[in-house]
């Protein structure tokens, strides 16, 4: 079965970069995305078609893409990013399967 | 603004039937667009169940395809997920959401606040 790989957790002081990784062997051929879960919230879409931020997204989100690899960076990070981040795909073989990465917990402090 | 809600028993018994709704407003499901399930058990990530199209044609999780239906009813606006034979592993917060077909791919973009199922005799 298809998965999307990230690391458990990251952590950054703030206004520091923090880098969140995804990879995935579709990545190649299929777009990422990311979502932002706060504690005992819904996720929120952050990064869509890899690189694209949603209307209401600070610019400070930023996504990108080489071969299987996608990247969720967030410069200038804030203490109010502190949450989990999901990168989210669809598997190429044709079978529709939609996959969430494990998630990285981000820790801003 | 498009919402959804999620509505359902919060508590299943083991081996009994999963039933949950999603009532959407804002966006007549009847216009497009798909409709899915996704699930979070405690402190775990996110989960894939399903989503079905206006139409009703409808995609599966693999892992979860022989115990799954998701149907819709455009004239109340709404879609439902049942879950059958379930068990403490099934015990999540259930969300669901609007999934936006990009002729490329799909993701979803509203989302319902979620709700605590917990499977406990």
């Known amino acids: 079965s298809y998965e999307l790989t990230q690391p458990p957790s990251v952590s950054v002081s703030p206004g520091q970069t923090a880098r969140i990784t995804c990879s995935g062997d579709?990545?190649?051929?299929?777009?990422a995305y990311w979502y932002q879960q706060k504690s005992g919230q819904a996720p929120v879409l952050v990064i869509y078609?890899?690189?694209k931020r949603p209307s209401g997204i600070p610019e400070r989100f930023s996504g990108s893409s080489s071969g299987t690899m996608a990247t969720l960076t967030i410069s200038g990070a804030q203490v109010e990013d502190e949450a989990d981040y999901y990168c989210?795909?669809?598997?190429?073989?044709?079978?529709?399967?939609?996959?969430f990465g494990g998630g990285t917990k981000l820790t801003v402090l | 603004q498009v919402q959804l809600q999620e509505s359902g028993p919060g508590l299943v018994k083991p081996s009994e039937t999963l039933s949950l709704t999603c009532a959407v407003s804002?966006?007549?499901?009847?216009?497009?667009?798909?409709w899915g399930w996704i699930r979070q058990p405690p402190g775990k990530g996110l989960e894939w169940i399903g989503s079905?199209?206006?139409?009703?044609?409808?995609y599966y999780n693999p892992s979860l395809k022989s115990r799954v239906t998701i149907s819709v009813d455009t004239s109340k606006n709404q879609f439902s997920l049942k879950l059958s034979s379930v068990t403490a592993a099934d015990t999540a917060v259930y969300y669901c959401?609007?999934?936006?077909?990009?002729?490329?791919?799909?993701?979803?973009?509203?989302w319902g606040q979620g709700t605590l199922v917990t499977v406990s005799s």
């Open positions: 579709a990545l190649p051929k299929k777009y």
């Open positions: 079905i199209y206006h139409s009703g044609s409808t």
């Open positions: 078609e890899d690189s």
């Open positions: 989210y795909s669809t598997d190429s073989s044709g079978n529709h399967r939609r996959v």
């Open positions: 959401a609007r999934e936006v077909p990009t002729g490329f791919d799909y993701y979803f973009d509203y």
């Open positions: 804002g966006y007549s499901i009847s216009s497009g667009y798909y």
